[in-house]
């Protein structure tokens, strides 16, 4: 079986309740991969992840916490953490450290094989996974596949 990272946009998007084309698409996309793919990998996440699905701003907090209940939390080391600060100086990752390169650090520090995230901006993006790649490996880390769920599918 495949280790995943799921990151909070992944979780957000199984319980948003937005109307928009695009939103709705996701939660389509991102429930049925919950359903259908979740057995076939082992599942993890972060205590970045509950931090960010916990903000007092997010509606569907519960639900997605809910929904995440359970799965393997990956622990915020001194080593991770390190790593999340070099991902930002080396501009792969924007700043803070809480954030997107905290997903990436922890992926790379405990060798999970997939991100899978919604996030195109920052992790799903060729141009951005070549320098997370380089930096990783320059780092002695093996990088994560940074996929969306839409292409991450067992057949």
């Known amino acids: 079986m495949a280790t995943v990272y799921l990151d909070s946009s992944f979780v957000s998007a199984c319980v948003t309740d937005r109307t928009d084309p695009l939103s709705v698409a996701r939660r389509e996309t991102s429930q049925e991969w919950w359903q259908t793919q979740r057995y076939s990998h082992e599942l993890r996440l972060s205590q970045q992840v509950i931090d960010e699905l916990s903000r007092p701003g997010f509606a569907r907090r519960q639900e997605a916490l809910e929904l995440v209940d359970g799965l393997e939390l990956l ?11 070099i991902l930002i100086r080396e501009y792969a990752m924007p700043a803070p450290v809480a954030g997107d390169a905290m997903h990436v650090a922890v992926c790379a520090v405990y060798e999970m094989e997939y991100l899978l995230s919604w996030n195109v901006r920052h992790l799903a993006n060729p141009n951005k996974a070549k320098h997370v790649r380089l930096i990783c490996r320059r780092l002695g880390l093996v990088p ?12």
């Open 75 to 85: 622990e915020i080391t001194d080593e991770v953490i390190g790593v999340a600060d």
């Open 144 to 155: 994560p596949e940074i996929v969306t769920p839409d292409l991450f599918w067992e057949v």
